[in-house]
């Protein structure tokens, strides 16, 4: 809001509001406009708290380290390879599997 801006509401005001009534209410603007900002300040800190929580919680394999991200998809891929080789077995005869794991 510029100097002109101010002016003209001041102006305003003394026409609408008497003088005797004007200081009074200046005051409770004033007390209005700190407790609005007291309380969107404190919603500020609170919202902006909660997205930090988020993030912390979203965010942990982040910190990884290539070698870190290495070893979780090797340990991963034995996983896989033990499933399909156990699943390769279950499809084989007991003389099947008993052929393979002498050789």
Known sequence: MSLSHIIILGIIMLIVIPPEKLPEIMRNLGR??????RHTSGL?????????????DLTPGIRLTPADLLKKLNDKNETVNNV????????????????????
Do not use: P, Q
């Open 44 to 56: 500020f800190t609170d919202v902006t708290g909660e997205f930090k929580d988020i993030k912390k």
């Open 84 to 103: 399909t080789v156990t699943s390769n077995d279950a499809t084989k005869t007991d003389v099947e599997v008993k052929t393979d794991h002498k050789s």
């Open 32 to 37: 209005l406009i700190n407790d609005l900002k």
